[in-house]
Nanobody, 123 residues
Framework: QVQLVESGGGAVQAGGSLRLSCVGS????????MGWYRQAPGKQRELVAA????????RYADSVKGRFFIDRDNAKFTMTLQMNSLKPEDTAVYYC????????????????WGQGIQVTVSS
């Protein structure tokens, strides 16, 4: 079955950096669009960044543009999110997600989700 395993979360001070990774298995990784969502306490889950199957198209939430960078390595079945200049408002559980359809992935309807990983940014 499909598995998405996130790693790289943790606690960091404001201004610091973290790099999240997501390893996918059980599906044709190179065909699917991939993305990161996040959910902060008391808030709705939101799309942070997404990348098309071969990486030619990316999309970012306005709040992270210029600070976060999404990438993928299809040969290693891995997607990464480099997070720089972190702010306390970036604190959330981050979820890896995938779907064959770009619209479903970016529209909050991905077929598969990871288990989530905590990112905490202190001021």
């Amino acid at each position: 079955q499909v598995q998405l395993v996130e790693s790289g979360g943790g606690a960091v001070q404001a201004g610091g950096s973290l790099r999240l990774s997501c390893v996918g298995s059980g599906f044709e990784f190179r065909i699917n669009a991939m993305g990161w969502y996040r959910q902060a306490p008391g808030k709705q889950r939101e799309l942070v960044a997404a990348i098309s199957n071969y990486g030619s198209t990316t999309r970012y939430a306005d709040s992270v543009k210029g600070r976060f960078f999404i990438d993928r390595d299809n040969a290693k079945f891995t997607m990464t999110l480099q997070m720089n200049s972190l702010k306390p408002e970036d604190t959330a559980v981050y979820y890896c997600a995938t779907d064959r359809m770009w619209g479903d992935l970016t529209g909050g309807r991905p077929t598969n989700w990871g288990q989530g990983i905590q990112v905490t940014v202190s001021s």
